[in-house]
Nanobody, 115 residues
Framework: QVQLVESGGGLVEPGGSLRLSCAASGRDLIFYIMGWYRQAPGKRRELVATVTGGGITNYVDSVKGRFTISRNRNTVALQMNSLKPEDTAVYYC???????????WGQGTQVTVSS
């Protein structure tokens, strides 16, 4: 059994920063990709950022230049700077051993950007 546990969410003012972390525990797996999704109220879950084992990163356009994803072994972090109210969402850690394999999901951590 593999568990992903997120931490670091909270309330921050617009323009502020937060750092999310996700740690995998349980069976030792080699993850092809790890990343972060988010889901805002009334919206579909969207992919925010991903990083492969080789360090290749991708970001949704709305966070480019503001968010940075990083990875070390089976942990992944998301540094979020210059936060905007529209970044408010539940953020979910995700990992997969291949493009078509079952995804593993964290329970989510709430990020609220508000004054």
């Amino acid at each position: 059994q593999v568990q992903l546990v997120e931490s670091g969410g909270g309330l921050v003012e617009p323009g502020g920063s937060l750092r999310l972390s996700c740690a995998a525990s349980g069976r030792d797996l080699i993850f092809y990709i790890m990343g972060w999704y988010r889901q805002a109220p009334g919206k579909r879950r969207e992919l925010v950022a991903t990083v492969t084992g080789g360090g290749i990163t991708n970001y949704v356009d709305s966070v480019k230049g503001r968010f940075t994803i990083s990875r070390n072994r089976n942990t992944v972090a998301l540094q979020m700077n210059s936060l905007k109210p529209e970044d408010t969402a539940v953020y979910y850690c995700n990992a997969a051993t291949s493009r078509t394999a079952t995804n593993y999901w964290g329970q989510g951590t709430q990020v609220t950007v508000s004054s």
